[in-house]
Antibody, heavy 125, light 107 residues
Framework: QVTLRESGPALVKPTQTLTLTCTFS??????????VSWIRQPPGKALEWLAL???????YYSTSLKTRLSISKDTSKNQVVLTMTNMDPVDTASYYC?????????????????WGQGTLVTVSS | AIQLTQSPSSLSASLGDRVTITCRAS??????LAWYQQKPGKAPKLLLY???SLQSGVPSRFSGSGSGTDFTLTISSLQPEDFATYYC?????????FGQGTRLEIK
């Protein structure tokens, strides 16, 4: 059974750096094809993809946010960490991590078959 | 980035109705499209991938079609648990993008 769980601060101040951790089980990020993404959703708004890291340590970022984002993995701990710098109130959202499976040859993006429950991050002074 | 436009943005329907939601991509994405269902306060749930492949455990009343730029999600006979928001997602190119969502409400 695949499970993912997001953890991190519920409240951050403007200009601070947000660090979120996704702890997962039921799969390994050392397995070819596996990947984990971060996706966020402001209250009442649509989903927005943020970043993806795969088994081969390839990393991809949202075009509009790439200067503020960093994604990394700790395969031994089954964790993926997302950092977002210079937080602003508009970054208030529920942040989800989700698992995907990439074609190991084509290396195209993927859809997400398992999601964490999400964590609400509020940016306010 | 590839833009996905869903229509309608919201929809009212009755139990037993057949409902269709469309998703249009700003450029061709082959069949690299997924559909998700999201209920309030919950994470999205994958319904369909590769435009028309049903995810394991998803009822067969859900179906998808399309390729290139135009896609549809169809629910053949609405059940009470189907009232939710639906999103399409393309995975043909990075950056991955989602549609703006379609809210399905009870008439």
């Amino acid at each position: 059974q695949v499970t993912l769980r997001e953890s991190g601060p519920a409240l951050v101040k403007p200009t601070q750096t947000l660090t979120l951790t996704c702890t997962f089980s039921g799969f390994s990020l050392s397995t070819s094809g596996m990947c984990v993404s971060w996706i966020r959703q402001p209250p009442g708004k649509a989903l927005e993809w943020l970043a993806l890291i795969d088994w081969d340590d390839d990393k991809y970022y949202s075009t509009s946010l790439k200067t503020r984002l960093s994604i990394s993995k700790d395969t031994s701990k089954n964790q993926v960490v997302l950092t977002m710098t210079n937080m602003d109130p508009v970054d208030t959202a529920s942040y989800y991590c989700a698992r995907g499976a990439r074609d190991v040859w084509v290396r195209a993006p993927t859809n997400f078959d398992s999601w964490g429950q999400g964590t609400l991050v509020t940016v306010s002074s | 980035a590839i833009q996905l436009t869903q229509s309608p943005s919201s929809l009212s329907a009755s139990l037993g109705d057949r409902v269709t939601i469309t998703c249009r991509a700003s450029q061709g994405i082959s069949s690299a499209l997924a559909w998700y269902q999201q209920k309030p306060g919950k994470a999205p749930k994958l319904l369909l991938y590769d435009a028309s492949s049903l995810q394991s455990g998803v009822p067969s009343r859900f179906s998808g079609s399309g390729s290139g730029t135009d896609f549809t999600l169809t629910i053949s006979s609405l059940q009470p648990e189907d009232f939710a928001t639906y999103y399409c997602q393309q995975f043909n190119n990075f950056p991955i993008t989602f549609g703006q969502g379609t809210r399905l409400e009870i008439k």
